[in-house]
Nanobody, 125 residues
């Protein structure tokens, strides 16, 4: 079992940056694959980025590639999402998730076993 707590969301102007953090408690954080998803009002949950336990990463190339970077610090049991050049369409609740397998970065939300409560990101134009 692992508990996930996101932080770092907020209100930012278009073109600005935010860094989201997701702190994990529980066993063996380094063995989990981690992912970030987002959900805007009235829209389906969308994959943002993922990182495997072997540090392979994957991004939603259509929407965030080149602007967002996922990373992890196993010593701190934390995964990060650095978001640069933010756009109003990035506005959403951002969720982190943990995948028990962790072998490859997963882009399907159904592959994840644990979820955080989410943090709101609002980008003003």
């Amino acid at each position: 079992q692992v508990q996930l707590v996101e932080s770092g969301g907020g209100l930012v102007q278009a073109g600005g940056s935010l860094r989201l953090s997701c702190a994990a408690s529980g066993r063996a954080f380094s063995q989990y694959g981690m992912g970030w998803f987002r959900q805007a009002p009235g829209k389906e949950r969308e994959f943002v980025a993922a990182i495997s336990r072997f540090l392979a990463d994957k991004y939603n190339t259509n929407s965030v590639k080149g602007r967002f970077t996922i990373s992890r610090d196993n010593a701190k049991n934390t995964v990060y999402l650095q978001m640069n050049s933010l756009k109003p369409e990035d506005t959403a609740v951002y969720y982190c998730a943990a995948d028990d397998s962790g072998i490859v970065p997963q882009f399907e939300w159904g592959r994840y076993d644990y979820w955080g409560q989410g943090t709101q990101v609002t980008v003003s134009s």
